[in-house]
C-alpha cells in the first residue's frame, strides 16, 4: 500500500515525476551605529512609517518605535520575541517558524493580516497544505538594529493587502562609510527542564572607499537545548533548536544625492518537535514520530534613493527563497482506523466487512501505523516598488508610488511511514497519500497619500491604493488513501483575481506643541484563494477575500520637557467575509472558508518617564474586545461561530512593561539594572467554545531580568541575566483535532533560563 522512492530525490524532482506519472497516467546593537535613533529624555525619535522621515510623537498614527539600543537590553532575538514592547501586538505561536503576527486582533488563517518588512522588502511565510502563508512568517535575527516600528491599525494604501491589521518593520543599521566598526556579543546560560545553551553575535563595518562604498557584515549562531521529553521514543530535550545565518549590507553614494544598498540575508533554523502533550504531564510529549522543522531563508534585496530637492525618488527590488519542511505525527488517527466499523464506512458501504475485506483493511492500516504528514514547500518572491515622496519643505507633502510581487510555492504534501523504534522518516520514501500544489500569486498595485498642513496645528491627510491580484493554483493527488480521504485527482486549476480600492482619510490637530489629537478612517484587504487539502469536496475549494474599516482617534502627548510621553487610542473594526478556519467532516483536515463578519473594539495605550538620568520607565496596555456580530452559517461543521463568540486567539487584555536603571559605579563604569514584564489574557483556540476540540489557552505573566556593569559609552558590557524568572509555564497555543485523537498540543515560552551576556563595541 506504500511506494518507494530514491533518497536522493528532492521534493521538486518527486513532485516532477508524479506529475509527469499523473499526465500519462537580537541581543546586541552597536550603539555607535551612525543611524540609530534616540530614545532618551527629551530627543525627537525619527521614523518612517509615512514612507518619508517624520518624529514619532508627530506622526498621525498608531506607532511604537523600539530603538536598537532597548531591543538588546530586552534580549528580543527576533520578531517573536516583540509582544512585550507595544500595545495590541501579540502570536500564535506554533513554535519556530510557525507564528502567526497579530496586532488589534485580527487574526485567521490565509495570507498574512499583518505586514512584515526588513527593510524596504514585504515577507510571506509558505501557503503550506492548508494555504496558510500568514502562520509562518520568516523570522530574522535581530542583531545590529536600528529600529524596529510597529503601526498598528490598517496600512493598506502604503503598503498594500498584507498590511490589512497592522504593519511590523524591521530597520537595520546600514553601512558607514567613513569608520571601522565591530561588534561582538556572545551568551551562555542554562534553562531549567532543559540543559546548556551558548550563542554569538558579530558584525563589522568598513569603509571600502571613504565616503563612497562601504561595507557591513552580521554573522550569528545559536544552539539552545531542548526541554521537551519524548517518552515514547525514550528522548530527552527533544526540541533542541540550532540557528545560524548573517547578513552582508553593501552602500555605493555614487553622487551625494544617491544613494544604493545592497543587501543579503541568510537565515537557517532546526528544531524538533516544538509542542508538548497537556495530558502527558509537563513539557512531555507522547508522538510515534520525531516532527523536525528545518527553514531555510535567503534574502536579497537593491534599494536606491536619489534626491531630487523637492522629492526624493526611491526604487526597490527583492527576491527571497525559501524551503521549509515539517513532519506531524498521525499515527494515533491512523491507529484508530483498525476496527470493524470503520472497515465497514470506508471499505463495505456501510456493511459488514467480510473477514477477507477486514483482513486487507487491518493490514494496511498495520502499514501505516507510524506515520507524519511530512509537508515540503519551496517558495520563490519577488517584489518591487518605485515611489516618489516630497521632502517635507513644505505644507503640503505627498507619496506616489506602484508596486508589484509575484509569488510562486511548490509544495509536496505525503503521508510517509516513520521507524517505530527511533521515530524517523524512513528513506527512501514510504508513502501512504500524497498531494502536490503549485501555488502563484501576482500582485500589483498604484497608490498615493497627500498631507496638508492646513495651519501649523491642523493637518489633513487622503490616501487611496488600486489593487489587482490573480491567484493560480494547481493541485492534484497521485497516491489517493481511503483512511484520510484523499481521493486521486488529476492536475486540477483553480483560478481566482480581484481589483478594487481601499482608502484612508486621517485628520490631526495639535493642541499644544506636545499634545495632538488626531482621527483615522482606513480600509484593508488581503486576497482570498482555494483550499487544496487533502479530500475536500470541490464545492469548498474556493473562497473569497476579506475586508475591513477601522476607525480611531488617538491622543499623543508629551510632558515635562519631554520627561514623560502617554499616547492612548480607542478603535472599532468592522471585519467582513472573515476567512476562517474550518475542519473537514472527519475533523482530520483544516481548510478555508468565508463567513460571517465581526466587530474589534479597543482601546491601547503606551507611555514613557524620564524621571531622573538613567531611569527609564516604559509600559503598554491593550483592551480588545474581538467578538462575531452575526452567526457564521457555513452549514459544514461544528466549528461554525455564532453571534458574540470572541475571535480565536484574541486575548482581551495584554500588558507590559520595562523599569532600566543605569548609574555611575566609577569614573570608566556604571551599573546597570533591567526588568521586563509581560502579561498576556486568556483566549480560545476556536470560535466555539463548546465545540469538541476547541482549547482554552489560560492567561499568563512572564518577567525577565539583567543586572550588570558596562562603560558609559557601551564600549562593552558584562551582564547576569534571566528570562522567565518565575519559571511559569507559560502556555501560548493550544489545539486539538481529529488527527491528534482528542488530545491537546501545547506550545509553550521556555522555562527559566539563566545565564552571563558579553558584549562589545568598537
Known amino acids: 500500500m506504500t511506494k518507494n522512492f530514491n533518497r536522493g530525490c528532492t521534493s521538486i524532482r518527486l513532485k516532477a515525476m508524479l506529475l509527469a506519472a499523473g499526465s500519462a497516467t537580537l541581543l546586541a546593537t552597536p550603539a555607535q551605529a551612525q543611524e540609530a535613533p534616540q530614545d532618551r529624555s527629551g530627543d525627537e525619535i525619527v521614523v518612517t512609517a509615512l514612507k518619508r522621515e517624520t518624529n514619532l510623537q508627530d506622526t498621525p498614527i498608531a506607532i511604537s518605535a523600539i530603538s536598537g539600543t532597548a531591543l538588546a537590553n530586552s534580549g528580543v532575538q527576533s520578531i517573536a520575541d516583540l509582544g512585550a514592547t507595544t500595545p495590541g501586538l501579540n ?13 488589534r486582533g485580527i487574526q485567521g488563517p490565509g495570507e498574512p493580516m499583518i505586514g512584515t518588512y526588513y527593510d524596504e522588502t514585504p ?35 502604503l503598503y498594500g493587502s498584507g498590511s490589512m491589521g497592522g504593519t511590523l518593520r524591521v530597520i537595520y543599521n546600514k553601512p558607514n562609510l567613513d569608520a571601522v566598526q565591530a561588534g561582538v556579543d556572545i551568551s551562555g546560560s542554562n534553562t531549567h527542564h532543559g540543559g546548556w545553551n551558548m550563542e554569538g553575535s558579530a558584525m563589522i563595518n568598513a569603509p571600502i572607499v571613504t565616503d563612497k562604498v562601504g561595507l557591513r557584515v552580521v554573522g550569528f549562531y545559536r544552539n539552545q537545548d531542548g526541554f521537551i521529553d519524548n517518552t515514547t521514543l525514550g528522548i530527552k530535550n527533544i526540541n533542541k533548536q540550532e540557528s545560524f545565518g548573517g547578513r552582508a549590507l553593501l552602500r555605493l553614494k555614487p553622487t551625494e544625492r544617491w544613494t544604493i544598498d545592497l543587501a ?10 516544538p509542542s508538548w502533550t497537556l495530558g502527558a504531564g509537563k513539557y512531555i510529549s507522547d508522538a510515534y514520530t520525531r ?3 528545518r527553514d531555510n531563508v535567503e534574502l536579497y534585496s537593491i534599494t536606491s534613493n ?12 527583492s527576491y527571497m527563497h525559501r524551503k521549509l519542511s515539517s513532519v506531524s505525527d498521525v499515527s494515533r488517527y491512523i491507529r484508530g482506523q483498525r476496527t470493524p466499523a470503520r472497515c465497514s464506512a470506508l471499505v463495505a458501504g456501510g456493511a459488514a466487512c467480510s473477514p477477507t475485506q477486514l483482513t486487507n483493511f487491518y493490514a494496511l492500516v498495520d502499514g501505516q501505523s507510524t506515520s507524519a504528514l511530512f509537508p515540503q514547500q519551496d517558495m520563490d518572491t519577488w517584489t518591487g516598488e518605485i515611489r516618489l515622496s516630497s521632502n517635507g519643505k513644505g505644507p503640503i507633502n505627498w507619496t506616489l508610488g506602484g508596486f508589484y510581487s509575484n509569488r510562486h510555492t511548490n509544495v509536496a504534501n505525503p503521508q510517509v511511514n516513520a521507524d517505530p523504534v527511533n521515530g524517523q522518516v524512513i528513506y527512501p520514501l514510504q508513502i501512504a497519500t500524497v498531494r502536490f500544489i503549485d501555488d502563484r500569486l501576482e500582485q500589483i498595485a498604484g497608490f498615493g497619500e497627500v498631507s496638508w498642513d492646513i495651519t501649523d496645528r491642523l493637518n489633513l491627510t487622503g490616501g487611496a491604493r488600486y489593487f489587482h491580484y490573480n491567484k493560480n493554483i494547481v493541485g492534484q493527488t497521485t497516491v489517493p488513501s481511503i483512511l484520510v480521504g484523499a481521493r486521486l485527482t488529476p492536475p486540477t486549476a483553480v483560478t481566482s483575481g480581484e481589483s478594487g480600492w481601499v482608502v484612508k482619510a486621517n485628520a ?31 464545492a469548498l475549494t474556493a473562497y473569497n477575500s476579506d475586508s475591513l474599516w477601522n476607525y480611531e482617534v488617538g491622543l499623543k502627548t508629551a510632558w515635562f520637557d519631554r520627561k514623560v510621553t502617554l499616547n492612548v487610542d480607542a478603535f472599532q473594526i468592522d471585519w467582513s467575509d472573515m476567512q476562517i478556519t474550518l475542519r473537514t467532516p472527519n475533523g482530520a483536515f483544516s481548510y478555508i472558508g468565508n463567513a460571517g463578519k465581526a466587530k474589534v473594539k479597543g482601546i491601547e495605550a503606551e507611555t514613557g518617564i524620564h524621571p531622573l538620568p538613567g531611569l527609564s520607565i516604559l509600559g503598554n496596555f491593550s483592551y480588545i474586545d474581538a467578538k462575531l456580530t452575526e452567526n457564521q452559517n457555513t452549514g459544514v461543521t461544528a466549528t461554525s461561530g455564532l453571534k458574540g463568540d470572541r475571535i480565536p486567539y484574541v486575548p482581551k487584555i495584554m500588558g507590559g512593561g520595562s523599569a532600566q ?5 566609577t569614573e570608566s563604569l556604571s551599573g546597570f539594572l533591567r526588568a521586563d514584564f509581560n502579561y498576556v489574557g486568556s483566549s480560545w483556540s476556536d470560535f ?3 465545540y469538541v476540540y476547541a482549547r482554552k489557552v489560560d492567561d499568563y505573566a512572564l518577567v525577565n531580568a539583567r543586572i550588570g556593569i558596562e562603560e558609559p559609552d557601551n564600549k562593552w558590557g558584562v551582564y547576569l541575566f534571566v528570562t522567565n524568572l518565575f519559571d511559569a509555564t507559560a502556555i501560548t497555543r493550544s489545539t486539538s483535532s481529529a488527527i491528534a485523537v482528542g488530545r491537546t498540543l501545547v506550545t509553550s515560552a521556555t522555562p527559566r533560563t539563566i545565564g552571563v551576556n558579553f558584549r562589545t563595541n568598537f
Not at 500568514?134 to 523570522?139: D, I, N, Q, R
Not at 543579503?264 to 518537535?273: F, L, P, Q, V, W
Not at 536603571?661 to 559605579?665: E, F, H, I, N
Open 91 to 103: 502570536f500564535v505561536d506554533g513554535g519556530p517558524s510557525q507564528r502567526r503576527v497579530v496586532i
Open 123 to 157: 515577507v510571506t511565510g509558505s501557503i503550506g497544505a492548508s494555504n496558510d502563508a500568514g502562520g509562518s512568517t520568516p523570522e530574522l535575527r535581530l542583531f545590529d538594529v536600528q529600529r524596529v516600528e510597529v503601526l498598528r491599525g490598517p496600512q493598506g494604501t
Open 264 to 273: 543579503a540575508y541568510i537565515n537557517r533554523s532546526r528544531t524538533d518537535t
Open 291 to 293: 516532527q523536525p522543522v
Open 306 to 317: 536619489y534626491d531630487l530637492d523637492f522629492a526624493t525618488l526611491t526604487a526597490t527590488g
Open 508 to 538: 490631526s490637530y495639535k493642541i499644544t506643541p506636545d499634545v495632538m489629537l488626531y482621527a483615522e478612517a482606513a480600509q484593508g484587504f488581503r486576497p482570498g484563494g482555494a483550499n487544496q487539502v487533502l479530500g475536500l469536496d470541490a
Open 661 to 665: 536603571y543605569s548609574w555611575p559605579l
Open 688 to 690: 466555539r467554545p463548546n
